[in-house]
């Protein structure tokens, strides 16, 4: 697969920060609770991506609130190309929960849906096969509730 070398690059260096680089921060806070450490460590993952390639126009931030979490995507507007990010052990949890029940209600998989049926066909990666009527309905309805 062709990819974006600049966006990967600077995804990657977005990832390696870690739980562990936030906890001073909520060391200073509290000593008892960490409410909300994991969402920092991705706030601030998004703002590493977002900071790194914000001065190239060929990049635009697609921000989508999904509930308590709101995901960055990044929109690579030369090649037509939505990059997002996730850790290797949630993707592992998705394609699991795929393979046991046959479906999830994870963004990732309404993504997939969005340039489904698009001319001109271009590569695109899916995780899981094809799904029934009635699962498809769920991601279209999944996108139109939040105006991708």
Request: proline content about 4%.
């Amino acid at each position: 697969m062709d990819y974006n070398q600049e966006v990967v690059a600077a995804q990657i260096s977005a990832m390696r920060f870690t739980d562990s680089d936030i906890a001073p921060d909520y060391q200073a806070i509290s000593t008892v609770t960490h409410n909300g450490r994991h969402f920092s460590t991705w706030d601030r993952r998004f703002q590493i991506l977002c900071d790194k390639l914000a001065k190239n126009p060929r990049y635009q931030q697609i921000i989508i609130p999904r509930g308590l979490w709101t995901l960055v995507a990044i929109l690579d507007k030369d090649e037509s190309k939505l990059y997002v990010m996730m850790t290797d052990q949630n993707l592992s949890a998705r394609r699991h929960e795929v393979e046991l029940k046959g479906f999830s209600t994870h963004y990732v998989y309404s993504l997939l849906f969005v340039n489904e049926g698009l001319e001109p066909v271009s590569e695109q990666l899916e995780m899981i096969p094809p799904l029934d009527d009635d699962k498809q309905e769920h991601r279209i309805k999944d996108l139109e509730k939040n105006a991708w």
